[in-house]
C-alpha cells in the first residue's frame, strides 16, 4: 500500500531530477564555452583562427544557397497572401511594406535559424557525437587538449557571426520574393515598390530581427554540441543524439523567438 | 629481489557507477621501464581502472601517483601538465578522422610546443619510422587498415616523448600476425624509449609475450600480481580458468552477461 502512494512521487522526482541534471550540464557547457572565448588568452591558450574561418566557410559561405531559397519563396508566398486581402481594401501598394517588416522583423531570422538548426545543428552534433562513440574526445582528453576550446569553440564564434550574416542574406532574398510579386504580378511601379518596402522598414526591425539571429546561433551550436558530448551508444545514439538536437534547437529557437520579441514588445525600445 | 622504482601507484581505489561497485580497492604498483599487463574478464573494470590512471574518470576514493604527484588531488592545470607526460594508445585508435596521419601525429606538439613547423614535420617522421610507417604522413585515416591506425595512434601517443604509455586493448580486433607486430612494437618502443608501459587486453597470447608482470583483476579487486610464469601456474581457479579459456570453473556465463551490462553503462 504504502509502495503504491510513493510510486508516483518517485517517477515525477527522478524526472525533475533529470531535467535539472540536464540544465546543470547545459549551463556548464555553455560556461566552459564562454570561459574559453573570454579567458582562454589569459591562460596562455587564445582561440585559432584557421579552424573558425573554415567553420565559418562551412557554416556560412556554403548555406547561402539554402537560406535564399526558403525566405525567397516565403517572400512570394507573403506576398501573393497578402495581396488578396489588401486588394479588397484598394492597398495592394502595402504589400511592399508588409513583407519587408514581416520577413524583417520576424520569418527572416527564424526561417534562417530554422534551416541552419537542421544543417548546422545536425552536423555539430553528428560530427561531435561520433568522435564520442569513438573514443576520440576521450583520446583530446588525455593529449591534455581540451575537447571544448579545440572542437567547440570554433564552432560557437563561427556561427555566432554567420548566423547574423545569413539572416540578412535571408532578408534581403524574401523581400526580393516580395519585390517580384508586387512588380510583376501586381503591376506595382518598381521604384514605388522599393520606396513603400523601405519607407516603413525602421531600424529597430532590423536590429530586433539581427538581435534574434544572435540568440539562435548561441542555441544552435550549444545544443549540438551538449547532444553531441553526451551522445551514448554507437551509430545508433548518433542518430538519436542528432534528432534531438535539432528537434531541441527547434522548439527552442521558437522559445526565444517569443521571449525576445516580448522584450522589445514591452519595453519599447 | 632488486630494488625497482615506482612509476605508478594506485592505492585503494574505489569506484562506483550507479551504486555499483566497479573497482573494488585497487592497489598495485607499476615500476619504471617495465610493460605491465591487466587482465580480466569483460567488465571487470580494467578498462576503467586505465581510466582513473590516465585522469579521464575521477574516483570515489583512493589515490593514483603518477611519480610524486596524485592524480587525484590535483587541480586542472596540474592535470593537465601530469597528462603530457603519458601517452594513450585507444582500443579504437582514435583518430581523429579529419586530419591527415601527419596532422594526428603531430597535434599535441602543435598544442602544447611553439616548435617550428618544420622541426614538429621532422619529429612526426621520427615518431612514424619507430611504428614502421615512413612515408604515410599525406594518407587520411579512412585510407588506413585497423592495424596501421594502431601503429599511428601509438606514433601521436609517443609524440610527446612520454615516460609512460598506456594501451587499451592494443590487440584487440587484429588478425594474428598484426597482433604479433603490435605486441613487438610495444616491446622495441618499452626498450628503445625506456618507457613505462601499462598494457589492458584480455589477449592470452599478448600477455604472455609482452608481460614483464601481470595483474589479473576480477570483479573489482586485484586477484593475483605476479610474473607471467607465476600467472602460468598459478594455484586460483579462476585465473586457471581464465587462462585456459575455459567454460566450467568458477566464473559462470550469466555473472559475465550481467558484467558486460555494467561495462556499457559505464
Given at each position: 500500500m504504502n509502495e503504491k502512494i510513493i510510486k508516483p512521487f518517485e517517477v515525477v522526482g527522478a524526472q525533475v531530477l533529470g531535467w535539472l541534471k540536464v540544465v546543470n550540464d547545459f549551463s556548464r557547457l555553455a560556461g566552459q564555452?564562454?570561459?574559453?572565448?573570454?579567458?582562454?588568452?589569459?591562460?596562455?591558450?587564445?582561440?585559432?583562427q584557421p579552424p573558425?574561418?573554415?567553420?565559418?566557410?562551412?557554416?556560412?559561405?556554403?548555406?547561402?544557397?539554402?537560406?535564399?531559397?526558403?525566405?525567397?519563396?516565403?517572400?512570394?508566398?507573403?506576398?501573393?497572401?497578402?495581396?488578396?486581402?489588401l486588394s479588397k481594401l484598394g492597398g495592394t501598394i502595402y504589400v511592399a511594406s508588409l513583407v519587408s517588416i514581416s520577413i524583417c522583423r520576424e520569418l527572416g531570422p527564424v526561417l534562417t535559424a530554422l534551416v541552419i538548426a537542421g544543417r548546422i545543428g545536425a552536423a555539430i552534433t553528428a560530427e561531435i557525437g561520433s568522435m564520442q562513440v569513438n573514443e576520440q574526445l576521450e583520446a583530446l582528453d588525455t593529449m591534455a587538449i581540451n575537447p571544448i576550446r579545440f572542437l567547440i569553440?570554433?564552432?560557437?564564434?563561427?556561427?555566432?557571426?554567420?548566423?547574423?550574416?545569413?539572416?540578412?542574406?535571408?532578408?534581403?532574398s524574401g523581400m526580393l520574393g516580395g519585390y517580384i510579386i508586387g512588380v510583376y504580378n501586381?503591376?506595382?511601379?518598381?521604384?514605388?515598390?522599393?520606396?513603400?518596402?523601405?519607407?516603413?522598414?525602421?531600424?529597430?526591425?532590423?536590429?530586433t530581427g539581427l538581435c534574434k539571429s544572435f540568440v539562435f546561433a548561441l542555441i544552435i551550436s550549444l545544443v549540438g554540441s551538449y547532444q553531441g558530448i553526451h551522445t551514448r551508444g554507437g551509430a545508433v545514439g548518433v542518430g538519436r543524439a542528432t534528432t534531438v538536437s535539432v528537434v531541441t534547437s527547434f522548439i527552442l529557437i521558437i522559445v526565444a523567438d517569443c521571449i525576445v520579441t516580448g522584450i522589445f514588445y514591452f519595453s519599447n525600445v | 629481489?632488486?630494488?625497482?622504482?615506482?612509476?605508478?601507484?594506485?592505492?585503494?581505489?574505489?569506484?562506483?557507477?550507479?551504486?555499483?561497485?566497479?573497482?573494488?580497492?585497487?592497489?598495485?604498483?607499476?615500476?619504471?621501464?617495465?610493460?605491465?599487463?591487466?587482465?580480466g574478464g569483460s567488465g571487470c573494470g580494467k578498462s576503467t581502472l586505465l581510466r582513473h590512471m590516465t585522469g579521464a574518470m575521477k574516483p570515489d576514493s583512493g589515490k593514483i601517483f603518477f611519480g610524486d604527484k596524485d592524480l587525484t588531488s590535483l587541480d586542472e592545470d596540474q592535470t593537465e601538465q601530469v597528462k603530457r607526460r603519458f601517452g594513450m594508445c585507444f582500443q579504437s585508435s582514435a583518430l581523429l578522422d579529419y586530419l591527415n596521419v601527419q596532422e594526428n601525429v603531430s597535434l599535441p606538439l602543435r598544442e602544447h610546443t611553439t616548435l617550428d613547423?618544420?622541426?614538429?614535420?621532422?619529429?612526426?617522421?621520427?615518431?612514424?619510422?619507430?611504428?614502421?610507417?615512413?612515408?604515410?604522413?599525406?594518407?587520411?585515416?579512412?585510407?588506413?587498415?585497423?592495424?596501421?591506425?594502431?601503429?599511428?595512434?601509438?606514433?601521436?601517443?609517443?609524440?610527446?616523448?612520454?615516460?609512460?604509455?598506456?594501451?587499451?586493448?592494443p590487440t584487440a580486433g587484429l588478425d594474428p600476425i598484426v597482433c604479433a607486430v603490435v605486441d613487438?612494437?610495444?616491446?622495441?618502443?618499452?626498450?628503445?624509449?625506456?618507457?613505462?608501459?601499462?598494457?589492458?587486453t584480455h589477449n592470452m597470447e599478448s600477455v604472455f609475450r609482452i608481460a614483464d608482470r601481470v595483474a589479473m583483476l576480477h570483479k573489482g579487486r586485484v586477484l593475483q600480481i605476479g610474473t607471467p610464469d607465476e600467472i602460468r601456474n598459478s594455484k586460483d581457479p579462476i585465473v586457471q580458468q581464465f587462462i585456459n579459456g575455459r567454460l566450467d570453473g568458477p566464473i559462470n556465463f550469466s555473472e559475465s552477461i550481467e558484467d558486460i551490462n555494467y561495462s556499457e553503462e559505464a
Open positions: 564555452v564562454f570561459y574559453w572565448i573570454f579567458f582562454g588568452a589569459a591562460k596562455k591558450k587564445p582561440m585559432k573558425i574561418f573554415e567553420q565559418m566557410v562551412f557554416m556560412g559561405a556554403r548555406s547561402i544557397v539554402i537560406v535564399f531559397f526558403v525566405t525567397f519563396f516565403t517572400g512570394i508566398v507573403l506576398a501573393m497572401q497578402s495581396a488578396q486581402q569553440v570554433p564552432k560557437v564564434v563561427a556561427l555566432f557571426f554567420m548566423l547574423p550574416c545569413l539572416t540578412v542574406i535571408g532578408d534581403l501586381l503591376g506595382i511601379n518598381s521604384h514605388l515598390y522599393i520606396q513603400t518596402a523601405f519607407d516603413y522598414l525602421t531600424p529597430k526591425d532590423i536590429y | 629481489m632488486r630494488e625497482h622504482k615506482v612509476a605508478i601507484s594506485v592505492k585503494d581505489l574505489v569506484k562506483n557507477f550507479d551504486g555499483r561497485r566497479v573497482l573494488d580497492g585497487i592497489t598495485l604498483d607499476i615500476y619504471h621501464g617495465e610493460t605491465f599487463v591487466i587482465m613547423p618544420k622541426i614538429i614535420s621532422i619529429i612526426v617522421k621520427m615518431k612514424l619510422s619507430l611504428v614502421g610507417l615512413s612515408g604515410f604522413e599525406n594518407l587520411m585515416p579512412s585510407m588506413l587498415s585497423g592495424g596501421m591506425k594502431k601503429r599511428v595512434g601509438l606514433a601521436r601517443a609517443i609524440s610527446m616523448d612520454p615516460e609512460a604509455v598506456f594501451y587499451d586493448e613487438k612494437l610495444i616491446l622495441d618502443l618499452n626498450k628503445k624509449l625506456l618507457l613505462t608501459s601499462v598494457v589492458v
